[in-house]
Structures are given as structure tokens and as C-alpha cells.
């Protein structure tokens, strides 16, 4: 099945860095969804990229699919980016629409 | 909008008992997702629901693992009899559609502990 690599799988930073979270997938995908898990265990959206550059306040994430790779900026960072953050990727087989996440980055911003 | 909904928020059992986790999708999604998480890994689809139907649930063990979304909108996943490697998080997600560029919208999650 497709391999997710997700790097590094952890990351220490002072309030105010900035930060690349990279994700590497070894086939074509149909699309692509980063998500930050916070502590609580609640995942939630952050991007659904499976092409191109999106941007979403200090976020932006920009997926290179025929290279086969994704890539989530973090600028500015708060304490409360703390967490894990997870890229998905969906491959679809017949009527079957699975994400298959990476193994996470655990980010840790300290104030 | 509310998100999707999931209840309850942890359960505690011990090994060979059966334990039920609920979940409510956002209004109007038709597809619906149960993903286990195990400490210290993503997610993993166990099942995937078009409205009332199973789509693929290949990854699900059958033996004591079951779902159902009778009404096509709530569903109940199972788990009888639970083992010790059962302890993850349940997480139920939903989309709007089958089609292959629809997000997956996640709920808060069932945390189990088998004892």
C-alpha cells in the first residue's frame, strides 16, 4: 500500500519561529488533508490540498504532487500550535475513499 | 454548523467484555468513517459507510468487530469480546459525498482503556 512519511517527528520550537513540517508519499493520491491533533485528541481541518499553495493566516501549506510531496509553514509560532500535526492522504479503490496518515510530527512551542 | 458528534468521550472495560461507541455526522453527509488510533500513530479506517451501506470495511476485524448505520445518518461501532490491543481512540468521521476530493471532518473521539 502507499507509505506517508511525515518529518521530523518532532519538533521543538521558541514562541515566535517559524517552521516546515514536510510529507513525503510513495504513489499518486487524489487528494491530500493536513490536520493538527491537539491535545485533547480532537482532529481538526487544516488544509485540503491536493495540489498548489494555500494560505490560512500565519498557515500555508503547499502540495507538489507530481513530486510527490506536501509541505505545511508554520510562521509565528503560538503556544497553542502545540501538537501533532498529521498529513492524510486519500487513494481511492473502486468506491473506497481511505486516508492514510503519516506518522505525525509532535511540535512543541514553548513560550 | 455542528461538527460530528461522538459519545462517550472514554470507556473503561475489562479484557472480554463488549463495549459501544455512538456517533452522529455532520447534517447531511452521507459518507461515514471509523478510524482507530493506538497510541503514538495516525489513524487507521476501519469502516467506511455510503448512507445505510458498507462501502469497505476490509480493514475491520470481523470477528469481533461490527458497525451499522441502519437510518443512514447515526452509526454504532462494536467491539465484542475487547482484547488489551483494543486501547485507542475511536474516531468517527464524515464527508459530504463519496467523491474522492470531499474533506473528512473528524469528531472529539472515543477514548477505550481495557484493563
Known amino acids: ?111 | 454548523e455542528a461538527g460530528v458528534a461522538q459519545s462517550p468521550r472514554y470507556k473503561i472495560i475489562e479484557k472480554r467484555q463488549s463495549v459501544a461507541f455512538w456517533c452522529n455526522p455532520i447534517s447531511g453527509h452521507a459518507t461515514l468513517y471509523w478510524y482507530q488510533q493506538i497510541l503514538g500513530q495516525g489513524p487507521k479506517l476501519l469502516i467506511q459507510f455510503q448512507n445505510n451501506g458498507v462501502v469497505d470495511d476490509s480493514q475491520l476485524p470481523k470477528d469481533r468487530f461490527s458497525a451499522e448505520r441502519l437510518k443512514g445518518v447515526d452509526s454504532t461501532l462494536k467491539i465484542q469480546p475487547a482484547k488489551l490491543e483494543d486501547s485507542a481512540v475511536y474516531l468517527c468521521a464524515s464527508s459530504t459525498r463519496l467523491a474522492v476530493y470531499n474533506e473528512q471532518f473528524f469528531g472529539p473521539g472515543t477514548r477505550l482503556t481495557v484493563l
Open chain 1, 1 to 111: 500500500g502507499i507509505q506517508v512519511e511525515q518529518s521530523p517527528p518532532d519538533l521543538i520550537l521558541q514562541e515566535g519561529a517559524n517552521s516546515t513540517l514536510r510529507c513525503n508519499f510513495s504513489d499518486s493520491v487524489n487528494n491530500l488533508q493536513w490536520f493538527h491533533q491537539n491535545p485533547w485528541g480532537q482532529l481538526i481541518n487544516l488544509f485540503y490540498i491536493p495540489s498548489g499553495t494555500k494560505q490560512n493566516g500565519r498557515l500555508s501549506a503547499t502540495t507538489v504532487a507530481t513530486e510527490r510531496y506536501s509541505l505545511l509553514y508554520i510562521s509565528s509560532s503560538q503556544t497553542t500550535d502545540s501538537g501533532v500535526y498529521f498529513c492524510a492522504v486519500l487513494i481511492s479503490s473502486g468506491s473506497a475513499r481511505q486516508l492514510t496518515f503519516g506518522s505525525g510530527t509532535q511540535l512543541t512551542v514553548l513560550p
